[in-house]
Each structure stands twice: as structure tokens, then as C-alpha cells.
């Protein structure tokens, strides 16, 4: 028996070897494939819940646990029944399965159901499975060379669900055939399956190599048969598996290292982990597990208050709508999950349309001077979609003009500015101006949401990425004295509620990975640079500028992308597309990751949080140079520059730092996360 401890070697030792074989055998687990995680039996586990996720919805309470159990003791059952007839005691799946859902769903069980459980568990076995480069290669190789290829495994899934497992790997077309000791109940342990493959395939031993990785089933029994084995004992394989192992034992009694145990799964193996650069990584190691976290709860939310359609809420939205579609169906595989939408909104588009019936605000008109780049009432005109002409009349009753600065952090404001604008507000002909010039945005806004089934469900969840929440605000705000309107629960990456929310029974915001109405220092890191989140989930499409009608019935306008801004905003997006595309990969990853693990998102915050403090506040040099933004591109923002007597004393973010203080400043993080902590405490 030959023994190699690495594929490299006993890939070089086949070879040498190959010219005088015409049949080799492959085993399959553990040698073509291997297992993210390093027990089997722990796939098993999230089928358990859907299972018992499917029986609730026909009225039967079983425990996850208990479904486990009668699994196991049936499929012990079975062994012990074939155990009587051969040598080998096999199982086969689709037997034991059909028993258990027959004995748990009694007149519910049918064929369709064993096709939904089975195609789950196999979705989960091939999300755990990773083909092994250098072996699989060699398989092509030996193919191509006009060998017999044969895959024999001693499993319970027959041989039509592992040539499933096989194609969804990326091989199948390269192999012969498929062999299973469930379909005959003769295993390789015995060595009753090489004597079965003999008479089926009329195979010459002499010229017969036989690859696994079992000493006992795939090196002595061959040999018995006069076959060449080589086995293959890997070392680093062993090792990874045992720190994965050392990790979830460690999960189970610390929260923290449930999260370093979900992402450890998600990491890419074998030939997946390839060289990429330094924003890909990011993406996927960074950004992905914190929207992985942020979709789940969202999920776990609307299931629990039977929310029945979310809507994607900008350009972020965007991003976290795709990383849902590939994640939470593996979360969820029973379905009872809400309708998925994309708005197209801005705030731009949106904040003309929140005033057609209300008119505007002071508090809305208050969101305009939060940005420092605002200075007058030409911002406001340009916020809200206003003709400013037609106002001045107004104005000038009260005071005022158009460059009249109300914004205290330029100069040349006087308190008596605010007095007069807030008397301004109070002016009734002016509101109804205000309202007269926003209705046509807003009955194009009310056609496009009746479009989008809005008002056809009695509670909607808004998903954005934060951060005062003013585009779910002013969407609200635009239909509120709409009867049919739903209960909005909007559900925000991170809410740092710079002004007040306008909540009701029917509207309410929550910050799910950050807020700052829950005190969480850790998870208060993401605020050390926002735009850098806004750029890196932003979705690559034009931003949208308004709502418009039409002779068809509205429109949307979208911002030019061939002016200096728009240009500015394709390189962005171009910047950020490789970020995005780790994001991505990393979805289905997380899915099956927090599936397999079977932990609510709560579960993972602190792993989160510990990321979100060592990314963000304590990044190294190379890491802010690479992904901090080049371009932020924000529509809501003036051109005005603060006067001198604002500026003075404030201090440049860590995110916007030169490099020569990043680099030789050794105080300088330390500094601002002192900084940090003494502004979140004094909130």
C-alpha cells in the first residue's frame, strides 16, 4: 500500500504509474472532495429544522432534536437490517428518509415532500463540499487519456444523488461512471464492492489503480484484490479540520467565537482560494459577513412579525437585496419568507414629494443644514425640487432671500435668520405653493409604488443602509395621507439618529448592526466612516433624480452619467466592483455557513463588532489606502465651504488622514478611538 501525505506526491506517483493502468477508481469524499466542515454528520443538522419546519405548517410539533434522533434510529434500523443479508452494513438514503417523514407526517408524507428534503440536503452537502484541485485535475488528465474513470463511495446516497454532488463540482463530464454502496449494499470495507465492479465492468486487477483515503477500504481491501492502492493521508487537511472542530466546540459556550466559526466556513478552500486583490478580500471578508448578519435579522424580523413584502430601499438596497437572494433561501429553506422588491429612490428624488400634502417642514427643512456644503435657501430649493422664483415674493415678506445664509457654520449668519425662515414656515400661502409645486412628483411617486405592489400588504419592511433614515422618512412622509398606505418597519444597517425620527404606530426605524438609541461602543466603529459603506454596497446603475409623469403614467429620471459628476460616479463604481464581487461570492457562503451552524444573528454580533472595531478603528496603513473611498458622491451636499470660525478645531477623520500620519504617527489610532469613545459617552 502506498501512502502519501500530500496530493502533490501521490498525484506524481499515479502518474508514473498511469501508463500501465486502464481503470482507475476514485473514492470520493475526502479525496476528490472534501468538507468545509470537519464532521459529516453535521449537515444532517439544518435539515433536521426544516423538517421540522415543514411538519409546523401541517400542525405536528417536533423538535429539531427529536427529528434528529428518530433519524438516526432509523437509519441504525436499516444497517441492522442489511447488516442480516451482506457483509457490510449500508444504508440507503432515500429508504431511511422515506420511513422517518412517513412515521413524522403520517398521511401529509408523499414523493414531493422526499424530493423537497432530499434537494435541500443536497443543496447543504454540495455548499460543504470542495473539490480538491490537484486530484481533480489529474482525474481530467487520466480521462483525456482514454482511461476508465470510476467514483466508489461507501455512502448512504446512492449513486444518482452523488453524480448530482459531482456535477455541481465541476467534474462529472470526466467520469465514467458513479458507484454507491447504497445502491447495492457491497461496501469497499468489505471489499464486496471491488468484486461487484469486477463482474459489472469486466475489470482486469493487473491494470486496475485504485485513490482514497481510507488505509482499510481503500489500501488493504484493493490490495486483497490484487489492485495498485494509493492512499492519501493528508496532514494539513487533518489540521485545518481540527482547528474548525476546536472552533465550534469553543462556539458552543462562547458567543464570540460563534461568529470566528461561521466566517472560518465561509473561507475559501482548495482551488477557490486563489490569489485576488486586496478589495476583493475586503468584500469578502469584511463586508460580507456584516450584511450576512444584517439580511438574517432582517429576516428573522419579518417572520416574526409576519411582515409579508421587503423593499430594498437606494442604491444599497440594491446590494443587500442580492446578497438575500442567495443567502436566506438556504437560511429558510421552508419558505415563509416575504416578497422581495427594489425601489428606485433617492433622497433627492423623494424629498420634493414628501411636501406635496404636508408642505414643508421644519424639521425636514432642518435636514438640509446638517451637511456642511449648505448654506441658503437656493439648498433647499435645489433639495426639495423648488422653483425658487416663484418664492421670492415670500421671501422678501419675511426678510429674506435667496442667499440669505441660515446655516449657523457659514458666514455672515445672524440668529435672526432662523427666526425669520421658521416664520416663513408658518405662512400658509407659502406651504401651499410649496405643496402645489411637489404634487406632480408626488402623484408620479403614489403610480410607481401602486406599481410595485406597496400599498397591496398591511405591514412592509423598508430596507436602507442609514444613516438618519432620510429616505424611509421622507418616503413615509410622501404617503402618509394615503389610507391604503402599510405599517412601514424599517430596518436600517446603521441608524445614528442625528434628528429625530418622526415615529408612529405605523412608522418606526431601527439601526439593526448599529443604533444609537442602544448602546453599543463596538458596533459605534462603523461611524468612523460612513461614505466608505455607502460606496461599497452602492449598486453600479445611475442615481435617481425624480419622479415625473408622463402620458403613460410617470416616469423615472436618472442623473446624467456623461457630465464631470456622472463620470466621477462610473470610476467609483468601477473602483468598488471587485469589492462588490467578494461580497458577492460570499453570500451563498454565509447561507450555508449560518444554516449548517443553526445560530440567530444575535449570536454573531459579537464577532461583528470585534470586526467592525479592528477594521475601522484600528486599520492598518495599507488596508485605509487601499478601500477608503476616492469619490462621495452626494446630491444632498452644497458646493459652500463652512466659515473659518466652523473649521476651527475640528479634526480631520482617521479615515481621511495622510499617509504620512498613518504611517508614522503610532498614537494616532489610539488617539481617535479615545476621541471616539469620549463623544459616544457624552451623547
Known sequence: MNVFTTQKALVGKGRALAHSVDTVTFDLFDTLLVRRIHDPDLVKLPVARYIAARAAAFGLSYSPEYVQERRDSIEQALRRETGQRFKDHEACYPVFMGRLLEELFREHASGALLQDVTAYEMDMESSMLVPRGCLVAWLRELYEQGKTILIVSDVYLPASLLRGLVERAGFLDHVTDIVSSADTYLAKASGEAFRMLVRKYDLNTDSWLHVGDNPISDGLRPEEFGITALVLNDHAEKRRKSIIKRQLNYSRGRPFWRGRVLQQLMLPLEEENRERDALYVEGYNFIAPLIGVFVQEIAERCRRKKITKIFFLSREGHTFMRFWEQAVPLLYPEGNLPEIEYLYVSRMALAGASCAYQGLTRDNADIVFLPAGNKDFRDICRVFSLDGKRLESYLAAHKLDMETVLSPVHDGYVPENTSNFHALLENVSFQEEIKRQTR?????????????????????????????????????????????????????FGATRGIEYPTTARNFVQGLVYDKDRFDFAASAICYSKDFFEEACRAPHPTLNGYELSDDGYKLVFRRTDDEIGRAELEQDDFFSSLQQGVFDAASRFGAASALLGYPSKEYKAWINYLLVCKMAFPTTREVLSIRHRHHLDDFQGSHKPGAAALKGARTPLWDAPLRALRWNPFLRLKHYLLHLRTRLNE
Do not use: M, S
Not at 403610480?447 to 406597496?454: A, E, M, N, P, Q
Open 440 to 492: 406632480p412628483a408626488n402623484d408620479a411617486l403614489q403610480l410607481y409604488l401602486k406599481d410595485k405592489g406597496f400599498f397591496d400588504h398591511a405591514d412592509v419592511a423598508l430596507v436602507d443602509i442609514g444613516w438618519l433614515g432620510t429616505i424611509p422618512r421622507f418616503l413615509y412622509e410622501a404617503v402618509a395621507q394615503n389610507d391604503a398606505h402599510p405599517v412601514c418597519h424599517t430596518f436600517l
